[in-house]
């Protein structure tokens, strides 16, 4: 077995190039009931993980954990272990009155509000999605007949502030569409380290709904909120299906 990973636990010896990157660990157990052979490989602190297949292809799935210092613990040790294309299968609020429980926001770019990128490089370099990436969710979600709205997102580091109220306005006002806190560390990160990434967030507080209330009906497994999360590892799985045929075409 290759050295582990100090965090994700995990080596190269997985010889795996796709991930599925939920925040919370009990979403890895969902993502296995949609793989075949799935066998769960580690879990220390945030960091669950494990491995199956889908339609052939390997998918390795791991949890970072809620927030980018964690999420970007994450990002690196799967670069280290040869890891190259990732998609975040997170859960969101939305800011916009159209968004409901269960629908999917595909990011093509995110507002740079967390910490974690901001330790990486300085706000002018771009929190945008992999093209290619974006490309096969599109096309994955019309085979599939997922309906899901694509635009910006803005990632947050704070939950709990006085002035939580009047963020979420003043980024509603200016089209963004959900907030959550991993997306543009994920995707500032995975450019900077030269990986294919993309995030599929599942919304589970409306704009007009209470956050403590929406979490935790999510939390209670909520059917709608549960159907969004169902077609958000669908959608992330298939893509890497298409993924892995384009590639394997080209070579
Ligand atoms: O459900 P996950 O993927 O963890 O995503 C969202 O949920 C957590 C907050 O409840 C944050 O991590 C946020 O980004
Ligand atoms: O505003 C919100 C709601 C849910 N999850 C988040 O990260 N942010």
Known sequence: MGSLQPHIRLGNDLN???AVLPGDPKRVERVMEFL????????????????????????LVVSTGIGGPSLGIAVEELNN????????IGSCGALQPH????????????????????????????????????FFIKIAAE?????????????HDSFYTDNEGNIDKFWSKR?????????????????????QAASILNVVVSASGDLHEGINDYVDGERNAEHGEK?????????????????????
């Open 36 to 59: 075949d052979s799935p066998k769960e490989l580690a879990f220390n602190r945030e960091y669950r993980s494990a491995i199956g297949f889908y339609k052939g292809v390997k998918i």
């Open 16 to 18: 795996v190039t796709y």
């Open 231 to 251: 077609n958000e590892i669908l959608l992330a799985l298939e893509t890497f299906a298409l993924l892995d045929k384009v590639k394997n075409e080209r070579d």
């Open 81 to 88: 272990i040869g890891v190259t294309a990732l998609i975040r």
């Open 175 to 195: 089209n963004v569409l959900a907030s959550d806190m991993e997306t543009a560390p994920l995707l500032v990160i995975s450019a900077l380290r030269s990986l």
């Open 99 to 134: 968004l409901k429980i269960g629908d999917l926001v595909i990011a093509s770019g995110a507002v740079r509000n967390d910490g974690a990128s901001l330790a990486y490089i300085e706000k002018g370099y771009p929190a945008v999605s992999n093209p290619e990436l974006l």
């Open 143 to 155: 085979r599939l007949q997922i309906s899901h709205h694509f635009g910006i997102v803005r990632s």
